[in-house]
């Protein structure tokens, strides 16, 4: 069984599905911040079976995990201070989602006009709906 | 500085601004005949629409000012691969407001985005025609003389009429509107549509036959049903005589109620109906400058 270690102040973002640890990475640009990051793969949970978790050494300030909330609900976002779980954060739909998902509308500006920002805004949150900034379309997620 | 994107870009109050200062300028053409003087409107049409741009054109140079622009993508720079967000930056420095035509959804949105003078969406594939919308609006406040407590039918292909979807959209926001919708199976209007009406307890029906409801109506509005919206042709033939308006089914309307349609028409309209009082798309389209004509002034800021 591998250790990782605690950290002192930052988060711990658990409950991640297995495998997509990395994307929540990217998402999170995680990659620009000068800090200690754990990424933590097939981790067993009683739970899930599997699942991946994230440690992210930084001021708690320093992030913005609203995204979380759109990639995945189920993630527990765990604020981290003294080497202490001080609080459980509570994820918020952003009210705008930028260059994470792209509007699949044929007939939108974005097929043919590679530059453009892929941007979304939540039109119903309740029903949890995005739409294309341009063309209004409703995202819905690509099927696998 | 405002531009105009959607039909709900403005609200209810701006709205009657707007067809007052039409219903002035239809009223008093002179008093407005040089109020744009020394102004240029640039008529950006990705893809040809004659009708839409002529309009904006007639509407600007009755006000006094010139136009310039380009009809079709293949004549512009957008052949070059130029992007909107350029072209409507370059063409700020050559004019003073941009009615803007392209066949892809959010093209207006995204030149509004970058452009330093006010952009008007002459149409955004099958997603946006706010003019058209406005054009509506000032025609039934006009012959009706109110824009609430009628029964509207809308009859033909209302499942990918984007004119028939602004419109409805437009006309919710005034109280006491009952829709009728008329359009055959494979053309009903789209189910977002009558859940937005249901949320709003909005009274509407839809029917397969003009016949049938001709008798309740205020208003009728006409669109086009394509043949190639069938799946095939023995369903385009049963059908599509129920969606031709003739002098016969003329006379199971009301006296008053009116007959608009966003133009061009095919055969959709008999052209005996043109005779009938009751027709009133020609009308329509000359109410299409008068809003034109107010919203330039609108939002070149010349309205007060």
Redesign the interface.
């Known amino acids: 069984m591998l250790n990782v270690g605690k950290i002192e102040e930052g988060f711990v973002l658990d409950h991640i599905k297995a495998g997509k640890s990395l994307d929540l990475y990217d998402h999170l640009q995680l990659d620009k911040l000068d800090c200690t990051v754990a990424i933590i793969k097939n981790a067993r949970s009683n739970k899930m079976g599997k699942k991946d978790i994230l440690k992210v050494e930084c001021d708690i300030d320093m992030l913005d995990l609203d995204i979380l909330a759109f990639l995945d609900h189920n993630i527990t976002v765990n604020v981290i201070k003294n080497g202490e779980i001080v609080a459980k954060k509570d994820l918020i739909l952003p009210r705008e989602i930028k260059n994470v998902i792209k509007c699949r509308?044929p007939?939108?500006?974005?097929?043919?006009?590679q530059?453009?920002p892929h941007v979304f805004f939540l039109s119903d949150e309740q029903k949890e709906i995005y739409r294309?900034?341009?063309?209004?379309?409703k995202y819905s997620a690509p099927s696998k | 500085m405002r531009h105009l994107i959607s039909p709900l870009d403005f609200t209810t109050e701006e709205l009657d601004r707007l067809f007052d200062l039409a219903a002035s300028i239809e009223r008093e053409p002179g008093r407005y005949a040089h109020v744009c003087e020394g102004r240029i409107l640039a008529t950006c049409f990705y893809e040809p629409s004659t009708r839409t741009r002529l309009s904006f054109e007639s509407a600007m140079i009755r006000l006094g000012g010139r136009v310039l622009g380009f009809s079709d993508a293949g004549s512009s720079s957008a052949a070059k691969g130029e992007s909107v967000a350029d072209t409507i930056q370059v063409i700020s420095c050559y004019a003073d407001i941009c009615a803007m035509r392209h066949p892809k959804e959010g093209a207006a949105t995204v030149a509004a985005g970058k452009s330093r003078i006010p952009v008007i969406n002459a149409g955004d594939g099958g997603h946006h025609h706010p003019t058209q919308t406005l054009t509506d609006l000032l025609t039934i406040r006009n012959l009706k003389g109110r824009l609430e407590h009628f029964t509207i039918g809308l009859c033909g292909d209302l499942k990918f009429g984007r004119t028939v979807h602004s419109l409805i959209h437009a006309l919710v926001r005034y109280p006491g509107i009952r829709f009728l919708f008329i359009s055959p199976e494979e053309l009903r209007i789209p189910d977002y549509i009558t859940e937005m009406l249901r949320e709003k307890d909005i009274p509407f029906e839809e029917v397969i036959r003009l016949d049938d409801v001709l008798p309740q109506l205020d208003l009728l509005y006409m669109t086009r049903v394509q043949k190639e919206r069938f799946f095939n042709e023995e369903d385009y033939v049963r059908l599509k005589d129920f969606y031709i308006l003739t002098p016969e089914k003329m006379k199971l309307a009301r006296e008053d109620m009116l007959v608009l349609h966003p133009l061009p028409r095919v055969n959709e309209i008999d052209v005996e109906v043109d005779h009938d009082p009751r027709a009133a798309y020609f009308r329509q389209a000359q109410y299409g400058v008068y809003v034109r004509m107010a919203l330039i002034m609108t939002l070149l800021g010349l309205a007060d």
């Open positions: 509308n007939r939108c500006i974005t097929s043919i006009e530059g453009l294309c900034k341009y063309c209004e379309e």
